[in-house]
């Protein structure tokens, strides 16, 4: 594989961008990685159709990329732990995951990325949404950025809508979390690591409240932000094939699943990659 025939199409002017001419199953050249890598810097999420990967291949390329770490709350596959099984089963009318979020952002330290791959797929519908939360913010006015700039959010794993979601897979594979710190403090606008690039760090699945003030006084700015940050300026919507992976960076983006094939399975294999403390 040649870095020359890898191609990058941008799918929306905000976010997104689908990559052809790379087979991720194969030993990735360094040129190839980095080349990866700053598309993924620069669309916030990058898409790949017909790829051929095991959950032995999933894990190969994703140590390319960072390290994989373990999803608090279910068990992955039994001979790869860090591959987690997300499936919904023809009888489930709630999908994992099913409302507008940043992946695990009540950890301390939430990941840099996640990379999803298409197993089984409804015939229609499963489309997952995504958002650019760099657009977010720069859309803000200034005396907003200046008044959120200084402020910090309570991020929860218990919010009852985002509990819900989980539910169904808690039952049959759930794992014990007692040990695991499931609520944090991050910065509302963090600056992303490798970028420098300012985003909106607040989502409706996990954000409970502002640091310092109560959930009545938070809610009416969170409401807004929680609207803001979606709107249709900022944001693409994939629609799954067979095979396909999509990579996305948790940093500055955030993703929705939608819930429109009830009646059919779909099971995604996820593996999540290390991340660090917001700043």
């Known amino acids: 594989m040649s870095v020359d025939e890898i191609r990058i199409t941008p799918v929306s002017p905000s976010i997104g961008a689908e990559i052809s001419g790379v087979d991720l199953s194969d030993t990735l050249s360094p040129e190839t990685v980095s080349r990866l890598r700053q598309a993924l810097l620069e669309h916030g999420v990058i898409f790949f159709r017909n790829q051929d990967l095991t959950p032995a291949r999933q894990m190969a390329f994703s140590g390319f990329f960072g390290e994989a770490v373990e999803y608090p709350f279910v068990n992955g596959l039994d001979d790869y732990p860090l591959v987690i099984p997300i499936l919904k089963l023809e009888d489930e009318t709630v999908n994992f995951g099913g ?23 409804p015939e229609i519908g499963g489309d997952t949404v995504f958002a650019d939360m760099y657009a977010a913010y720069e859309a803000l006015s200034d005396g907003m950025k200046a008044m959120l700039s200084p402020l910090r959010a309570l991020n929860s794993a218990s919010k009852q809508r985002v509990s819900d979601t989980r539910k169904e897979r808690i039952e049959d594979s759930g794992k014990d979390v007692s040990g695991v710190q499931t609520e944090s403090i991050h910065p509302v606008i963090r600056t992303h690591p490798e970028t420098g690039r300012q985003a909106l760090f607040v989502n409706s699945a996990h954000t409970v409240r502002f640091d310092g003030m109560s959930e009545a006084e938070s809610t009416p700015l969170l409401s807004y932000l929680f609207t803001h940050q979606i709107r249709e300026e900022f944001i693409c919507r994939f629609k799954w094939s067979p095979g396909a992976v999509v990579f996305w960076d948790n940093r500055c983006t955030q993703h929705y699943p939608v819930n ?20």
């Open 99 to 121: 409302i507008w979020h940043s992946d695990t952002a009540y950890l301390p330290e939430p990941p840099m990325g996640t990379i999803l791959h298409a197993r089984e797929l």
């Open 260 to 279: 429109d094939y009830c009646g059919h399975r779909r099971l995604l294999h996820r593996i999540t990659l290390k991340g660090d403390v917001p700043h």
